[in-house]
């Protein structure tokens, strides 16, 4: 792990977990890569697809470079929303966020729980907060 790396890794670990205005929901921003769990916590919504997994955020991570900040929304710790974004910098569009790059099709995970709204609005604040020009 390069230290730049390192670096964007402890902000996004150290990344608000925030209440949402819906009672009871949790947000927070995660590297899918390190959370144990993860699949499993998934695979517990019916639209969970492969690419909303972690191994295509390995895959993501690895071979292009992007990190991972995928919007993760828990209500009495089940799975209420995820909105999956990968951070990607390059020197010709510079810093943005993608929702998901090389991907076939992921719709962001949604339910009853949360209003998607602060999803979204949770998202772009994160996005300004870290100088995203786009996503």
Request: net charge positive.
């Given at each position: 792990m390069h230290a730049t790396d390192s670096t964007a890794q402890n902000q996004l670990q150290a990344t608000h977990l925030k209440d949402c205005p819906d009672a009871?929901?949790?947000m927070r921003l995660v590297d899918p890569v390190g959370e144990s769990g993860w699949?499993?916590?998934l695979m517990s919504h019916p639209n969970f697809t492969?690419?909303?997994?972690?191994?295509?955020?390995?895959?993501?991570k690895d071979a292009y470079g992007f990190r991972p900040c995928y919007l993760l929304a828990l209500k009495d710790n089940q799975l209420a929303a995820l909105l999956p974004i990968m951070?990607?910098?390059s020197r010709l569009?510079?810093?943005?966020?993608?929702?998901?790059p090389f991907t076939d099709e992921c719709a962001p995970l949604?339910?009853?729980a949360i209003d998607t709204?602060?999803?979204i609005k949770t998202a772009l604040e994160h996005g300004k907060a870290n100088?995203?020009?786009y996503w």
């Open positions: 009871g929901v949790k699949d499993s916590l492969f690419f909303h997994g972690n191994a295509w955020a390995q895959v993501l951070e990607a910098r569009r510079g810093v943005r966020g993608v929702s998901l949604t339910s009853a709204t602060a999803l100088a995203w020009q």
